[in-house]
């Protein structure tokens, strides 16, 4: 199968690796020193829990050109990188295409690229499981298995087989949703709730362990992010996220604590623009809502303070 994963970076290089050793020819879209980094040494990636490192030459390319045509196209990037190469994704004629990262508007792109795009195109939107940061060249990826979550806006994925044929020979899990813009806009509440702390002041959770009032105030702001979203008729999914922090605080308060002590949660990235980007997309769905968050609102002002304080 032809692929092509558009967005070299943590996650973009991961999903690259898998559909390699899945047998496919896979050409990379990346751009800058990165590009340069991919042509010289493939893709190259510290698999942290796994103590080992894997070496996979791929295909690079810098543009997208209208005529070329892929199987599948993975776009794998911030929320921010999105939108400006949704009209490249339009001018080109590949048809099945999935957009992986972090989205608090699905629908606004898929509205969006449906409407730019000359020839019929099929989009789903999905979420991968990892996480892990760059150094030297290379990438660093904390997982436990590969996982994907994934499914489209107006109904199942039509390109579902594709897709499974595309992992059918690595162990990758992909998890199709029935209402991925549920699972995505569920998603990045504890994401927002918990950035917001990591760019405070202090800096990157340093004190979070030993901050008491703070690590309650972001389990208090997730709940109130949940009750944003059921108060416009999400449903919360997975379920158990809101039965975690709504019934089990204590244990919520501890989890969060030892997951800021095991070292490698530090080589998860953030980044500032992103959560920004998602916090005003939150928002308005926070003014439609019309309930108090005082929690949330609290974390925000303090999110967007780190940055002025730099
Ligand atoms: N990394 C994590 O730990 C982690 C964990 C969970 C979820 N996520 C989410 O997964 C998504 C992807 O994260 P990531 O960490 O893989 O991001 P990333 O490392 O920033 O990777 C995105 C890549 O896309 C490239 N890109 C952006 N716009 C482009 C364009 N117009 N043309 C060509 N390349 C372009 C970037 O290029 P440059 O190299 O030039 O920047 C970068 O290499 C995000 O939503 C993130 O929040 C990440």
Redesign the pocket.
């Known amino acids: 199968m032809k692929i092509l994963v558009?967005?070299?970076?943590?996650?973009?290089s991961y999903l690259a690796h898998v559909l390699v050793r899945g047998g496919h020819d896979v050409t990379v879209?990346?751009?800058?020193n990165?590009a340069n980094e991919l042509e010289r040494n493939g893709v190259v990636i510290r698999h942290y829990f796994q103590l080992k490192t894997t070496v996979d030459p791929v295909r690079v390319i810098r543009t997208l050109e209208a005529d070329e045509s892929y199987d599948l196209i993975f776009v794998?990037?911030?929320?921010t990188?999105f939108k400006?190469?949704l009209p490249v994704l339009a001018a080109n004629r590949s048809r099945c295409i999935v957009l992986?990262?972090?989205n608090a508007d699905a629908y606004g792109m898929l509205d969006e690229l449906q409407e730019m795009s000359l020839t019929e195109k099929q989009i789903a939107f999905g979420?991968?499981l990892?996480?892990?940061?760059?150094a030297n060249g290379r990438v660093i990826c904390?997982r436990g298995g590969g996982q994907m979550v994934l499914g489209g806006l107006d109904g199942p994925i039509p390109f579902q087989p594709l897709l499974e044929k595309a992992f059918a020979k690595v162990k990758y899990k992909l998890v199709f949703h029935e209402d991925i813009d549920a699972w995505l806009k569920s998603h990045i509440v504890p994401i927002l709730a918990l950035n917001a702390y990591l760019f405070t002041k202090d800096g990157r959770m340093k004190k979070t362990a030993g901050d008491k009032k703070r690590l309650k105030q972001i389990i208090a702001a997730i709940d109130e992010g949940f009750s944003v979203l059921e108060s416009m008729d999400y449903t919360i999914t997975p379920a158990s996220q809101a039965t975690f922090v709504r019934k089990h605080k204590l244990m919520a308060y501890i989890a969060i604590k030892i997951y800021d002590m095991l070292p490698f949660s530090k080589l998860?990235?953030?980044?500032f623009g992103?959560m920004a980007a998602l916090y005003d997309t939150f928002s308005q769905l926070k003014r439609k809502a019309n309930i108090p968050t005082y929690h949330w609102d609290d974390l925000e002002k303090q999110f967007h303070h780190s940055k002025n304080s730099d």
Request: proline share 3%.
């Open positions: 558009y967005g070299a970076g943590v996650l973009g879209l990346a751009r800058g990165r794998v990037m911030k929320y990188d400006p190469v992986v990262g972090n979420f991968q990892s996480g892990g940061t760059r904390i998860v990235d953030g980044s992103e």
